[in-house]
Every structure is written in C-alpha cells, then in structure tokens.
C-alpha cells in the first residue's frame, strides 16, 4: 500500500501547525509517511480529494459495542432502566454468537461514521468464548480496538488475570487488550487494588464507569497505593470533587464524557467543566446504541454545546449577560474526538494525529455536500458532518470505506444476521416494538 493523498484541506492535530492545511499525506505500509507541500511519491496512488477535508480518525473511547442489536430500544431508559433490563436481563441471553454479530456490526458502523479506533468496553463476558466471539467481531471489520475485558456487574472478587493474560496473548496491529473494572466506586477496597495491580504489572489501560454520588473510600486506599496514572482512564466522572479530579488530572489520568448519553440517563453533568479549567480536556464516547445514536461527532457536538451553555450561564450570574467571547472552540472538540482519545486508550504515540511515524488512520470529510457547502473553515466542516459526509476511511493503510461505501463486507448479510441475533435477546423484554 503506498498512496499519496492530494488536494484535500488537512487537519493535521499536529501541536504547532496550522488547524487546518493544504498539504499532502504520503501513506506507506500501515503508517503515514510524510505530510508536507508537493510531496513526491513515486509509484504511490495518486488520490485527488480536492473539496474534502482530511483528518485523523475518530476515536469512540467508551462504547459497549455487544449492545449494537439492542438499538432504539433504550430511547427512553433513564440510567436505573438501563442497568435493570440491559444488564440485569437481556445480557443475560447472550450466547458468543450474539456478541460477535453484536460486536461486527457495530464495529461497521463506527467505521461508517468516521471512528477508526473503538474502545470496547465489553463487560459481558461470561466465558472466554464470549470475548473471542467479541475479538472475532472486531478483527473482521477492520477497525483497530482496545478491547477492555470486563465482567458482568458487579462481582466483589479481584479480575480473572489469567482471562486477561490469554486475551493479551491475541494482541497485534488492530487489537490491543485492557482491562475494564468496577473500580473502587463499585467494588471493595482490596478488589479495586487488585485489579489496578494487575493492569499496572501488565502496562494495560485499565477503565472503570464513575458516577453517582461522592467518590468512595476505595479510592483513597487507591491513592495510597500510587496506583493510577496515564494508562488509568475513568469514564463519566460525575461526582468527582475538584479536589479529587486535579488530584487524578495531575497523575495523567484520563476522562471520557459521554454527554449524549450522561445528561439523558441522569449519570450527572459531564466532566468536562471540571477538566478545562485546569488545563485538561476529556476524550469522547457513546457508550451504548440500545439508548443513543453512535455517533461520535454527535457526542462531540453535544459536548461542546453543554460546555458552552454552562460557560454563558456562569458569565451571565457574574456578570449579566452572556459570555462574549468564546469559551471553547470547534477546534478543541475535535481534538477530544481524536488527540484525547488516542491518550485515553494508551495509544498516544500511533493515532489521533496525522504526522510522520503514526499510524495511518484517516478519514476524508465530503466537505461539497449539500449540508456543508459551502464549507469555509475545514474544521468546522469536520465537526459537523454527519455521516453520509464521511467518504472515505483509512485504519493502518487500508481502505475500510471508499467512496461512501463500506469496502470488503456484505453489509445486509450483517444486518440479516444481527437482526436474527437481536431477535431472540430482545424479546425477552416481553415487549418488542413491531
Ligand atoms: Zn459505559
């Protein structure tokens, strides 16, 4: 594979230049080789994307992709539903097949909408052949996963290491293993230490859901063990105190909001205003399609416009009117969709930005589409495309998605199948929508 990407306007993410550039990408093997001003590529494909705008893939870094077959039907869940009837029992009708189905299809999906790496938080894994059907899901799409092993809620016993250990064995360009755990919000003192052990003796991210209510003890036995850092990553966040939130900013912990799906569920109000005055910024999620659309530019619309309304409310108490300078900015939330989310999943060093050395994971926005056009700041382009405007997808140099159709899959069979799958899993709810 060596391709040379011509014409485009160029988001590079890269600290330092431009927002936004006309520039050229130079793909060789799985990475980016070079990104500059008439660049020679030899033999490479020649592709004119004039009128597109090119960035780094998006990164979903919280989606429980096993739920893809329950869509539509969590619209209306509040949080309490969503644990008792996702959790307490449809989960329980998964059999391996469902969760490979489940976790191909929703990996096309994502692909399909610009998301180039997705941070699988599976935690429905009642055997081993369970997350191998989950793996085998994944690795069949194309997209490049951390799958984040965890368990049905919530036993109070230390993480199966060796269930770990034989996921880890798996590893390679598109998979990287990790743990998702209770955490010290959801599990005893001694069991949270355990399983923080076990990802820090292993250098694996480790991600634990955190909302509802005042942190608990556990974390402070936690603390005092030194045991989170850059590869900790905490989902939600509410209820986080300021002081507890700098004290796990400072380690280089990272957040992931999922706005869309936290101010509709009641989880509490997203991290993010706790994160951007002290100089941190969350990655973003869509956490689950049984209640909300996965779509990652919509969480990042979403998030940003929370932030924004939160900004003016407060300027308005301080001062009487609106804030009349921006608070934040479209640059900034897509760096949450892409730079922030690569750091939440450990992968800081190979996507999210388009430079020399990393992988080469790239969209390409249709910025000529009727509901863009006429597109003149690329980056606010990238940011509100909806899905039909992501033409085309790269993941570690191959084409997942050309010209706005999905490469090397047979879409309705996939659909065919998971909607047998889901079949059987939704009507247990005794009250399937026909
Ligand atoms: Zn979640």
Known sequence: MKALLRGAQVITMTPGRPDWERVDVLVEGTRIADVGRDLDGGDAEVLDLSGRVVMPGLVNAHLHTWQTGLRT????????????????TLAGYYRPEDMRIASLAGALSQ????????GDWCH????????DAAIEGFLRSGIRTVFLHGRRYSLPEPHPVTEIDRLLARSHELLTVGMAIPGPQLSPADV???????AAERGIVVSMHQSGGDPQPAWDVVREARLFGPLTNIVHGAGLTDSWTRTLVDAGVSFTTTAENELGQGHGAPITARLLPIGAAPSLGTDTDAVVPGDLLVSARVALAQQRGLDHDHHRQAHGVFSHEPTVTAMQALRWAT??????????????R????MRADLIAVDARALNL???HDPVAAALHAGVGDIESVMVAGRW????????DVEVERVKEELADSAGHIVAALGATRS
């Open 192 to 198: 949270a230490v355990a399983d923080f052990r076990a």
């Open 373 to 375: 056009w006429p597109a």
């Open 400 to 407: 997942r998605k050309r010209d706005h159709t999905l490469v």
């Open 73 to 88: 039907v969590g619209v209306d869940w509040t949080l309490s539903r969503y644990l008792t009837l996702a959790h307490g």
């Open 124 to 131: 429905n894994t009642p055997t081993p052949e369970h997350s």
């Open 339 to 352: 730079v922030e989310g690569a750091r939440a999943l450990g992968l800081a060093d190979d996507v999210g």
């Open 111 to 118: 692909l399909n909408s610009g998301v180039t790496t997705v």
């Open 354 to 357: 388009l430079e020399p050395g």
